[in-house]
């Protein structure tokens, strides 16, 4: 993983268009990791369940880089490559994309498959739009409710947003810039007096 920003899609969306009678929709959606980029494809392939084709491809920024696609039952690479090609052109990581088809009666021959994949691709990044992220790692933290208030205050005065689970003890997660992740972990540390273990 490295520590430059990256490109990925702003939100999730979809875009619909017909060719000779087949309906295609592209949805994309950013994503954090393979997992949620599963989820995601089961997802779109549970809601359209009744579609010919559901087509998934995915880039996810991780250890190594993962990016795969399917064909989904269409000729090989005229679906799940051509989808893949645009998250690669578009340099759009973390990103996943799933294109429904519901079959119109017309065979389109695999160059015009290949075309409208990746046209449903191409509207939905545009729908979704792309953006600069910067990379973000996730912090932990479990601590009694003493130290609560001071790590609070750390991730409050470092920006974050943060999420605190009150229950026996209470537990942070919070997004952090990777650029910045280690220095909060130390600083949480200092302030606990190693009470608390990021």
């Known amino acids: 993983m490295t520590d430059e920003t990256y490109r990925t899609v702003a939100e999730r969306a979809s875009a619909a268009f017909e060719v000779q009678g087949s309906e ?9 990791d393979a997992d949620a980029a599963e989820s995601f494809v089961e997802e779109v392939r549970e809601e359209y ?12 920024r991780a250890d190594p880089f993962r ?3 399917s064909d989904d039952g269409e ?7 051509p989808a893949l090609n645009v998250l690669q052109g578009n340099d759009a990581e973390n990103a996943a994309v799933v294109v429904t088809r519901y079959y119109g009666g017309t065979n389109l021959g695999v160059g015009g498959l290949a075309r ?13 739009g792309v953006v600069e992220r910067d990379p973000h790692e996730t912090v932990s ?11 609070r205050g750390l991730f409050e005065s470092a920006g974050v947003e943060f999420d605190a689970d009150y229950a026996e003890r209470v537990r942070f997660e919070a997004r952090v810039p990777a650029a910045d992740a280690d220095d909060l972990r130390d600083r949480i540390r200092s302030a606990t007096s190693g009470r608390a273990d990021p």
Do not use: C, I, M, Q
Request: avoid cysteine; glycine fraction near 8%.
């Open 116 to 128: 409208a994949y990746s046209r449903a691709v191409k509207d939905a990044l545009d729908a979704a």
């Open 75 to 81: 000729p090989t690479g005229s679906a799940g490559k």
């Open 141 to 151: 933290v479990t601590v009694e409710y003493d130290d609560s208030g001071t790590v």
């Open 24 to 32: 295609f929709v592209g949805h994309v959606a950013p994503v954090a």
């Open 67 to 69: 990016e795969w696609s």
């Open 49 to 60: 369940a009744d579609a010919t084709h559901n087509v998934p491809a995915y880039r996810v």
